[in-house]
C-alpha cells in the first residue's frame, strides 16, 4: 500500500522559501509520476507540479513557474517542492500524489494521496 507523508510546511514571510518534503513508501516508484497540489477552503484542489520518478522529466503550473522547483530523490524515496519568492496567495494545504500515469497527476486525478501540510505565507 503506498503511503505518502508530507513534511515542511509552516508560516513565512512574503519573499520567503520554503521547501516541501513527500516521503513515499509502499512500492517502487519507478515508472511512477509525482506531484504537488494545493488547496484553499471552498475550492478545488489544484495541480501545482509534477515528475517523472524515473526520467526527472517536470511539469508546473502557470502560476509557480520561475519560482516553484520540484525534484525527487531516489535513494531516500523522496519528493520535494522548493518555493521561492512566495506570494500570499500561495497560502494553501499542499498536497503530495502518485500515480502510475503522468496524465493523471497533470489533470489532478491521481490515485494516491498524502494527508497534506499547511503553507501560509504572511503579507
Known amino acids: 500500500q503506498v503511503q505518502l507523508v508530507e513534511s515542511g510546511g509552516g508560516l513565512v514571510q512574503a519573499g520567503g522559501s520554503l521547501r516541501l518534503s513527500c516521503a513515499a513508501s509502499g512500492r517502487t516508484f519507478s515508472g511512477y509520476a509525482m506531484g504537488w497540489f494545493r488547496q484553499t477552503p471552498g475550492k478545488e484542489r489544484d495541480f501545482v507540479a509534477a515528475i517523472g520518478w524515473s526520467a526527472g522529466t517536470t511539469n508546473y503550473a502557470d502560476s509557480v513557474k520561475g519560482r516553484f522547483t520540484i525534484s525527487r530523490d531516489i535513494v531516500k524515496n523522496t519528493v520535494y517542492l522548493q518555493m521561492n519568492s512566495l506570494k500570499p496567495e500561495d497560502t494553501a494545504v499542499y498536497y503530495c500524489?502518485?500515480?502510475?500515469?503522468?496524465?493523471?497527476?497533470?489533470?489532478?486525478?491521481?490515485?494516491?494521496w498524502g494527508q497534506g501540510t499547511q503553507v501560509t505565507v504572511s503579507s
Open positions: 500524489a502518485s500515480d502510475r500515469y503522468w496524465n493523471n497527476i497533470l489533470e489532478a486525478r491521481p490515485n494516491n
